[in-house]
């Protein structure tokens, strides 16, 4: 069981702190022969599944010419190069599976209370 634990841990990789809601860039390597690139992955993260061990999971939908295409990205994967939050939101759902059938593509956001201050004289 301490083998297993030890591979586990030695395959955590440290990645930025991201939720369902945020918009983010995944670089992904992807291999083509012997030839290695790297691919970017814009989207709206609506799903993360198996908490934070090494197979959780997030799932990123974004719009390629007017179609909906959502990819499943392995969260602790050797094939992520990088992960870049671009937009972080704050939504109310864990999950966003709602926002297929919308037609904008976003998801309902919360919107923070503006307080304003009254001058006293």
Known sequence: MKLVKNLSDSQIKTLPDFKVGDVVKVHQRIKEGSKERVQIFEGLVIARKGGTGVN??????????????????????????????VKPSIVTKAKLYYVRDRQDGLPRVRKTKVVKKSKKE
Not at 61 to 82: C, D, M, Q, T, W
């Open 56 to 85: 959780s999971t997030f799932m990123v939908r974004k719009i390629s010419y007017g179609v909906g295409v959502e990819r499943i990205f392995p969260l602790h994967s050797p094939n992520i190069a990088k992960l870049e939050v």
